[in-house]
C-alpha cells in the first residue's frame, strides 16, 4: 500500500504543518495509491473505495433498521455484539499472538457485572439498580479487563499451548464458581435478568421514540460496534499495535528491539477482556435472561472459530467471522426443507443441532487449511482478481 | 484412616485414566509439537464403539478392537488433516484438532443417543475387600490394565525399532530424517497410539457409570495432568495423570466437611486449581525440558 509514499524525514515540514493544511495534502486523481503525506498513508481509509465501502456499509446497516424485520434484527443486534467480543479476541490473539480459549470467562465476568450494577435491588439476584448504560457498561468492561490483568501474568511466564490450557482451565474454573455463586448468577437451570438498556433516561429495550425494542437495540448495538470497531484498528496501527505485532511475531525479538514484553502483554489481555466483558454485558440484553451454564468452553470454541474463519489480525474479518457464525444457526434451520434427511427435531439423528456443530467445526478445518487468512483473504482475492482484471497476474 | 486409604485407591484408579488419555497427550506432542485437543472425541468414541462390540465379541475382545478402530480413524485424520499442515504454527494445528474434536463428538454422540450407553464391563459397581478396605473392582482393573499399558509403552519405546524412531524424531526432525527415519511415519504412528490409548481410557471411563453426551469432559482432565507432569515428558504424564486423580478423589472425600465455602463439586474443577499451583511454581511442569529460548 505504500509503495507511493515518500519518507516522512523527505519533508520535515510536513510534520509540523497544522492539520488543516495537511488536508490539503491531495493526491492527484487518477492516482489511488500515490501517497503524498505521511498522515495518507496510515489514514485508517486509506483509499477511496474503503471511504466508500466503509460508509456504504454503515449506511446500509442504519437503513436495515428500517427495513427488515424485527426478529432479524434482534439476531444482527446479537451479531454486532458478538462482533465486538470477537474483535477483543482478535487483539489478543491475532494481533498480540497470545492464544486464549478463555474469552467466555470474561465475557461471563462482563455479563455479571452489567447485570448487577443495573439489576433490580429488590429482586431475586443481586442488584444495585444504576440502570444508566453509560455506567455499567464500562464497569463492565473495567471488571473484565481487572480479570485480565490478574491473569496476564501467567501469560508472559507461559507461551503457547502452555498459555492455551490455562485459560482453558480458566474457562472450568470460572464455569463452576457461575454455577455456584447463585445470589450473583441465579444459579444453573435458573439464571437472571440480563443488563437493563437505559441511555439519558430513556429505555431501550421497551418501544420508544426509534422504533420498537428490536429497532433501538439493533442501533445501539451498531453504533457501539463502530465505535469499537474504530477504535481496534486506530489501536491496531499506534505504537501499541505495532508492540503487538512484534510479539506476535517473535517475543524475544521483540523485547530485543525495545518492546516491553510484560507491559504489552498484560496490555493484550487487558484491552481484549475490555471488549470481551463490554460484550458480555450487552450479548444477552437482546434476549434479557442469561443461565451460568453459557460460558462454557463451547463459547470460546465459537469465538475462536470466528477469528479464524473471519481473519486473523484483521479487524473486518472478525466483524464477519461473528455475523458468519451467528447467522449460521439461522441458516441451517432451513435445512430441513431442503434436504429431508435432516430433520428439525433434536431426537432425531441428523438433526440441525448437530449439522450446525459439524459446520462450525468443519469450517474450522476447512479454513485453517485452505484459506488460512479467512473471509478476509476471500475478499483480499476477489479484489486483487477483479483489480487486474482482464489479467489474471 | 478407612476412608482416606479408599479414597486414595478411588483417585489412584481414575488417575490412571488419566494417564492413560495423558499419554495420548505426550506422544502426539512429542512427535509433532502439537496438543491434539481432539483426544476427548477419541475417548468417547472408544468407549461408545465397546458399548456397541460388547454385545457381540464380549468386553474384553470389544476393548482391543474399539482401540484398533479409534486408532484407524486417529491415523486416518491425522493423514487427512494434519498431515497438509506440517510446517505451519503449532497453535493452526492445534485449533484444527479442537475442530476434529468437535465434529467427532458430534458423530459419536449421534450414536450415543439421549440415554446413558453401559459399555458392557464384567466390573460394574462391584466392591471387593481387601484388607479390611472397601475397593471397587473397577479401581483396581484400571490400575492394573493402566499398569501394564504403561509398561508396554515403554517397553516399545526402549526397545523397537519404532520406538527408538519415535524418540530419534522427538529429538530432532531433521537429523531423525538425515538417519533415514520416516517422520511421517512417525506422526502416524503416534496419531494412532493416542487414538488407542484414549479409546482404552473411554472404555474405563464408562466401566459402572455408562457414557453419556457430556462424559467427553473428562478427557479434558488429562490437560492439566500433562502441564503438571510437563508437556515432554511420558513418566510426567503418568504421574501428573495419578497426581490430579488423587488430588480430584481426597478433595471429593472432604471438601464437603472441610471447605464447604467453595461449592458443591468442587472436585470437578480441581485439577485446574493443581495446574494453576504448579505452573505458579515451575512454568514448565514438575518433569517437563526447559525451553531454550534463541531469537
Redesign the interface.
Known sequence: MSTGAPPETARPEAAGRPAAARRRARRPGGRPLLYTSYAQDMALLDTRAKKIWFYGIVLAALLASQVLVDDMLSLLAMAYVVAIGAIGLNIVTGYAGQVSLGHAFFLAIGAYTGAAISGDPDGRVLGLGVTSILVWLPAAGLAAALAGVIVAPLATRLRGLYLAIVTLGLVFLGEHIFKEWDQLTGGPGVGRPAAVVELFGLRLDRPGPLGSKEQQLYLLMLVLLVVFAVAARNLARSRIGRGFAAIRDRDIAAEVIGVPLTRYKLLAFAISSFYAGCAGALLYTVTGFFDPGSFNLLMSVQFIAMVLIGGVATISGSIAGALFITLLPRLTRELPALVPVISADTTQTPNVFQVETVLYGLLIVLFLVFEPRGLFGVWIRVRNYWKSWPFSY | MKALLESLIRGLGNGSVYALLALGFVIVYKATR??SFAQPSFMIGGAVAVSYLAEVTGFYLAMVLAALLVAAVALGIERV?IR??VG?P???V???T??????VR??V??FI??DVRQVGDPWGLSLVEIGGLAVQQRWLAMLAAAALLVGLLFAFFRYTRYGLAMRAAALDQETALAQGVSVGTVFALSWAFAGGLAAIAGTFVGTGQGVDQLTWIIA?KA??A??VGG?DSLGGAVAGGLIVGVVESLVQSYQSDLAPW?????A??T???V??LV??VR??GLFGTR?V???
Open positions: 502439537v496438543i488433516a497438509p499442515m505451519r503449532v497453535f493452526v492445534a485449533i484444527i479442537l475442530g476434529i474434536d468437535v465434529v458430534v458423530v454422540n449421534g443417543g439421549l479434558l490437560l492439566p500433562i502441564i508437556l467453595l461449592g458443591q463439586n468442587f470437578i474443577v485439577p485446574y486449581v495446574m494453576l505452573l505458579l512454568p514448565y525451553e529460548e534463541r531469537v
